[in-house]
């Protein structure tokens, strides 16, 4: 029986470490969890928004957001949640159209959950980057019935502030 040379082993550990493990580590690395971004009411768009929150009686936080910075903007339809997904949270923020092109329709964005504080809320925020999806959590506060603020501090050190566009609050 022929004794393998040093380089031999050396070059059949490498190329297990290329063909075995090195695949499973890049599936396992770039997975993003099951039910992080799941679409609890479907695809939506504008209209459909709409439609959901129509014939409503809202609570200030629910309607449609806006949220514009630099060169993103995005809109978020945010409702009670009354789905099975995230049952624990009680607002849903679903996508409704992004310039992340990573951002899909009907995905959650964030939840909001009630405090003490009738404007304050826990929020957990879902950032989707080209490799996974990132978890924030913090608070939401909702300024008026028109705005409102999620400081990001771990991604950019900047608040977010998502104005109301629907429904209008009508103005004296």
Known sequence: MKKESLEQVVLKVIWKIVFVILPFSLCTF???S???RPLPLGPIDMDSAKAILADKKLLPVEGIWELKQKDYIGHF???KNTTSVKTDWDFLAVVIDSSNEL???GEIKF???NTEASNVFDCNYYQKGTFNTIEFKGT???IGEEALQFPVLKLSNKINTYIKVF???DKP
Do not use: R, V, Y
């Open 111 to 113: 939840l909001l959950k």
């Open 77 to 79: 339809l945010i409702i």
């Open 140 to 142: 939401m506060t909702l």
């Open 30 to 32: 770039l997975s993003i």
């Open 167 to 169: 429904p209008k609050k």
């Open 103 to 105: 951002d899909n329709p």
């Open 34 to 36: 099951a039910d992080a």
